[in-house]
């Protein structure tokens, strides 16, 4: 990619960025009808277009009901896509809104829906618009409410949701390139004025960038700082990986299965709350369990396997995201808790 951070995205850059996904079936982008997103739907067009053989597009808009605009700007996606040969569908979050948490909820919707029309469509892929400048926002968030590791490598190049992968090429591109792009190419966009309302925290932390980067902090470091952190969560998944296989051999014809308790507290720290989080999150029936949660958990076991040893009398019992936790007889068991009962 070019250095200068306004510079246009050229055929011969949009081909790099597009080029994990020339041997997809089909691909489903997300078009609200921002400049990120118009630009995603006519570079991929366009690269599609260069290919003897390219994966079907297609332009996928979610108006969630939210704005009285959105409908407008859908059919005007819809008019774009149908100039660049591309087919469009407009799908709609209907049912109640929530009061509360409604950013959250609303992009749990819209990943739902789009899921949906990916494996309608039979797309491998779903590919977003999501920046460099999207990326160092995600991480300030994180920061704020004191992520992992995990949390803070924020948003990873290609990942999985709701069934399907989510891959996102412009997470080393500036927003300012995208938008003196369809400058160039004389392309309109929507302005979705709640990107600016400062009753959400992403457009407050946005206002923030320009004081953060006179000390150093722009959106190219802070998204460099979150890669680093994600190489080196890459690399912790695979000790835990190893730690799970170690635990594995020693549950081997044991009469009671579980984690050795001992050989587990004997592991770092970082390496048992990711042991934890995946047990329950795999035995669990609930939302994933909280970090911080976890780490109470982890304490409360070193706690009582330290104080007890081995015993066969439980010594810890609690449950977390709908797994139940045991420590007895020096092992700790994670399985499913029972259902809660709904009162009334």
């Known amino acids: 990619m070019p250095d200068d951070d306004h510079s246009p995205i050229s055929a011969s850059d949009a081909k790099r960025l597009f080029a994990d996904w020339k041997a997809a ?36 808009t979610i108006d969630h009901g939210l704005r009285p605009e959105a409908a407008r700007e859908a059919r005007e996606v ?49 590919l977003t618009a999501h920046t460099r400048d999207d990326q160092a926002e995600t991480l300030l968030m994180r920061m704020l409410r004191g992520s992992g590791i995990a949390g803070l490598a924020a948003m990873a190049r290609e990942s999985e949701r709701d069934g399907v992968a989510l891959a996102r090429p412009f997470l080393d591109v500036s927003k300012a390139q995208l938008i003196a792009t369809l400058a160039k ?42 890669s680093r952190l ?5 690399a ?6 190893g730690a799970e296989r170690y635990l594995a051999l020693l549950d081997r014809g044991t009469p009671r299965p579980g984690l050795d308790a001992a050989a587990f507290a004997a592991m770092p720290e970082e390496i048992r709350l990711r042991l934890l989080l995946r047990a329950i999150d795999r035995c669990g029936h ?20 330290a104080e007890n040893g081995v015993t066969s009398r439980p010594r810890l019992k609690q449950t977390l995201a709908g797994a139940l936790i045991t420590l007895a007889d020096g092992r700790i068991r994670i399985d499913s808790a029972p259902a809660r009962r709904r009162r009334g």
Do not use: C
Request: glycine share 6%; hydrophobic share 50%; aromatic share 4%.
């Open 236 to 241: 912790l998944e695979v000790l835990v990986d």
């Open 286 to 305: 609930e939302r994933p369990a909280a970090l911080g949660k976890v780490e109470a958990l982890a304490a409360a076991l070193d706690r009582a396997f």
């Open 25 to 60: 079936p089909a691909l489903v982008l997300a078009v609200s009808g921002g400049p990120d997103s118009i630009a995603l739907m006519w570079l991929a067009a366009r690269w599609r277009n260069a290919l003897t053989r390219g994966p079907r597009l297609i332009a996928v």
């Open 185 to 226: 190419a004389n392309i309109a966009f929507a302005d979705d004025p709640t990107n600016r309302d400062v009753n959400f925290t992403r457009p407050r932390l946005r206002a923030l960038m320009p004081a953060l980067a006179a000390e150093g902090g722009d959106a190219r470091s802070l998204a460099r700082l979150a």
């Open 230 to 234: 994600g190489r080196a969560n890459a």
């Open 78 to 126: 819809k008019r774009q896509s149908k100039s660049l040969d591309l087919v469009h569908r407009t799908l709609r979050w209907t049912g109640v809104k929530p009061k509360n948490g409604l950013p959250a909820a609303a992009r749990t919707a819209r990943y739902r829906l789009l899921a949906q029309a990916a494996r309608q469509s039979g797309a491998t892929h779903i």
